[in-house]
C-alpha cells in the first residue's frame, strides 16, 4: 500500500475557530465556489453517492454545483423530516433517492455504495461543506493509479473553515496513531471526503447494507473503517488537497467526543484484536425510527 501523495501543507493552512453553540437560521458568509470544473470528455462514470439527514436547504446548494458529465447522483436519506428528498427532487429531477437500511451517516454511504452504477463513487456530503468543484481532483487522482483517494485539508492547497481547535487537535492525535499502527503517511482523517473505484467495494469489506442490528462503521467512525479496511486490504490509496467549507444551514449531526470515540475504536480494532470484542460506546447515530420502519435494502435498488 503506498500513499500516492502526502506532502505536508504549509504552516497555517487549516484554521481552527469557535463553533457557534445556537442552531443558526440565516445561511453562513461561506464565499460562493469558483465554477465547478467538468469531468473531461471520455472520463469513466461518475456517480456521486450525498448521504443526507434534514439537509433540505443545503442540498439544493450542493446540486447546483455538481459539475456536468456525471453519470448519477445518489442520494441516500436518513429518514428527513424537513423535505430534504423534495427539495433534492426538485433541484435535480434525475436523482436517484435511495434510503438506508439502518441509521448513521455510514450506514447510509454503504447503501448508497452498493446502489450506485458507475465505475467511480465520490463521497460528498450535503451540507454545503465539500465543494463539488473538487470532483474533477479526485477522478484524475483515481485515473493515475489510486484504488481510494482520501481529500485532505492538510495537504498544501487544502484548509477548513469549519475545524474547531478541539476537533483538529482530536483529528491529529488519532492520525498520528493511525499512521503508527497502519504504516502509512496519511495527512488527514477523520474527513468525509472520499472516492472511490467501485470495484474495490468487495476488498474493502465495510459493513452489510441489509437491515437488523447497527453495526460498527455505521456511524461516522465509517470514513476511519474505510480508511483502515484499504490499508489493511493493501490498495493503493492517494490524497488530494481540499478545502472544507462551512456548514451553510443547520447544525452538525456528529457529537466530538462520542464520536472521536468511536474513531478511536476503529484505528484499535483492526490492529489488536481484543478491541474488536469490546462494545464502542454509545449510539452511532442519533435514533431515527422512521429510517427503520422504512428501510429497504439498498441493493433492491440497484441498476443493471
Ligand atoms: N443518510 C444519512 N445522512 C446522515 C446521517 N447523519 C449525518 N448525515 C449526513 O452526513 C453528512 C455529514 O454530516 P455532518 O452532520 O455535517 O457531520 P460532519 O460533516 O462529519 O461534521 P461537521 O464538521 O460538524 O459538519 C451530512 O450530509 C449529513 O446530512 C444519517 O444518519 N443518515
Ligand atoms: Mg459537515
Given amino acids: 500500500m503506498a500513499i500516492i501523495e502526502s506532502y505536508r501543507a504549509e504552516p497555517g493552512a487549516v484554521t481552527a475557530r469557535a463553533r457557534p453553540a445556537a442552531v443558526d437560521t440565516a445561511p ?13 470528455a471520455g472520463s469513466p462514470r461518475v456517480s456521486v453517492v450525498i448521504p443526507a439527514r434534514d439537509e433540505a436547504r443545503n442540498l439544493p446548494l450542493v446540486l447546483a454545483e455538481l459539475p456536468e458529465g456525471l453519470h448519477e447522483v445518489v442520494l441516500v436519506d436518513g429518514g428527513s423530516r424537513d423535505g430534504t428528498v423534495a427539495a433534492a427532487r426538485r433541484a435535480r429531477p434525475d436523482v436517484r433517492v435511495v434510503r438506508q ?10 447503501c448508497g455504495l452498493a446502489a450506485c452504477t458507475g465505475e467511480i463513487a465520490i463521497l460528498l456530503d450535503a451540507d454545503y461543506s465539500a465543494d463539488p468543484g473538487e470532483i474533477a481532483a479526485f477522478v484524475a487522482k483515481l485515473r493515475e493509479g489510486a484504488d481510494l483517494v482520501k481529500g485532505s485539508r492538510f495537504l498544501h492547497g487544502g484548509g477548513s473553515s ?5 476537533r483538529s487537535l482530536g483529528n491529529k492525535t488519532l492520525l498520528f496513531l493511525m499512521n503508527r499502527l497502519y504504516r502509512t503517511s496519511f495527512s488527514d482523517l477523520c474527513y468525509g471526503y472520499n472516492a472511490l473505484w467501485t470495484r474495490c467495494f468487495e476488498d474493502l469489506e465495510l459493513p452489510s447494507v ?4 447497527a453495526e460498527f462503521g455505521d456511524g461516522f467512525e465509517f470514513e476511519t473503517v474505510l480508511a483502515a479496511h484499504a490499508a489493511t486490504a493493501r490498495l493503493e490509496i492517494g490524497e488530494v488537497p481540499s478545502f472544507e467549507r462551512d456548514r451553510r444551514f443547520g447544525e452538525s449531526h456528529l457529537n466530538t467526543w462520542r464520536d472521536g470515540w468511536r474513531v478511536l475504536h476503529a484505528i484499535l480494532r483492526e490492529r489488536l484484536p481484543s478491541v474488536a470484542a469490546c462494545p464502542a460506546a454509545g449510539p452511532s447515530a442519533e435514533p431515527s425510527a422512521e429510517v427503520l420502519a422504512t428501510a ?9
Fill in 101 to 110: 437500511t439502518r441509521r448513521g451517516k455510514g450506514n447510509a454511504l454503504v
Fill in 162 to 166: 469549519d475545524l474547531t481547535a478541539v
Fill in 210 to 213: 441489509g437491515p437488523g442490528e
Fill in 296 to 304: 429497504v435494502p439498498a441493493g433492491a435498488e440497484k441498476r443493471s
Fill in 28 to 40: 453562513r458568509q461561506t464565499p460562493p465556489s469558483p465554477a465547478t470544473a467538468a469531468l473531461p
